[in-house]
């Protein structure tokens, strides 16, 4: 038994080596407090640094000015847990950079110049909890299908963003939201705010606060607080068709006229055929009667 022992005991050691090394593998610019820490908070990063440990669960990456996040990043760290990327200057983020994130819980994007969350950004992000999208000035776009996948999500916050208009379907696929921040956007009194302000009002208990969500009217652009609104004051758009319904009416429209004109070519056909062979019996019946 022995022999086997002293046999195993390099073996034993490499891998206590490689293991050990995994967690204390800390890059120079950060630090690491424990073994699944890594805490590169204000270094004035422009990327993300290389030799992360493979086994982190904490990444820290605040008051940088990291740029991109490559599209790959998550790939190795299957581990991760919490991500904090807040006041970065990330403008934009790859299609399936989150994808592969399958259990993180905390991430934070807040504070960024990001423009648009495209559909599908962030996969299969199932785990997710809390989703930090505030103070990104910038952004105007959230795509239908952006939080498609996130069904553990309680926390979303989109507040102090430039969005106009959010579809209220992207809220949709959210059964487990609880908290939802949208205070400080300048949001338009329009016939596309309109849903949203119906879903707002049943959800209301989802929302912090109703103070700070403000619309602007569309024709002198004053801001009115979403408290003083009302169904009422969307009655007009109750009546008013969407892009969807003006392109339905259009090619019914089309179709229509094109059954017309292909009913009368074939009635103008059949009352033409019928004609000639009125025509053809006469004659027949005077050359019979010759």
């Known amino acids: 038994m022995l022999p086997c022992i002293n046999w195993l005991q390099p073996f034993l050691a490499l891998i206590s080596s490689t293991l050990l090394t995994r967690g204390h593998n800390c890059p120079s610019s950060c630090l690491c407090p424990d073994h699944h820490t890594v805490d590169c908070t204000s270094q004035g990063l422009t990327k993300v640094p290389d030799s992360i440990p493979l086994d982190v669960r904490r990444l820290l990456l605040s008051n940088n000015w990291i740029h991109w996040i490559p599209s790959d990043f998550l790939v190795l760290y299957s581990d991760l847990v919490y991500l904090d990327l807040r006041n970065n200057s990330l403008s934009k983020l790859e299609p399936g950079t989150l994808s592969t994130a399958s259990r993180l819980v905390f991430l934070d994007l807040g504070s960024n110049n990001l423009t648009e969350i495209s559909s599908e950004t962030f996969g299969e992000s199932r785990s997710l909890i809390k989703l930090r999208l505030g103070n990104n000035p910038y952004l105007s776009m959230v795509g239908r299908d952006a939080f498609t996948g996130l069904t553990s999500l309680r926390e979303l916050e989109l507040e102090w963003n430039g969005l106009t208009v959010l579809d209220v379907r992207v809220l949709e696929p959210l059964p487990s939201l609880r908290m939802l921040r949208l205070e400080g956007n300048p949001w338009l009194c329009n016939c596309h705010f309109a849903k949203l302000f119906i879903w707002l009002k049943e959800n209301q208990h989802k929302l912090p606060t109703m103070e700070g969500i403000e619309c602007s009217l569309p024709l002198d652009g004053r801001r009115v607080p979403l408290s003083l609104l009302s169904e009422d004051s969307f009655r007009e758009c ?41 025509k053809g019996s006469k004659g027949d019946e005077e050359e019979g009667n010759d």
Do not use: E, K, N, P
Not at 247 to 269: K, Q, R
């Open 238 to 278: 109750h009546g008013a068709l969407t892009l969807t319904d003006y392109l339905i009416v259009i090619f019914s429209g089309i179709s229509v006229s094109v059954a017309a004109i292909m009913a009368s070519f074939f009635l103008a056909s059949t009352v033409h055929c019928f004609q000639r062979l009125s």
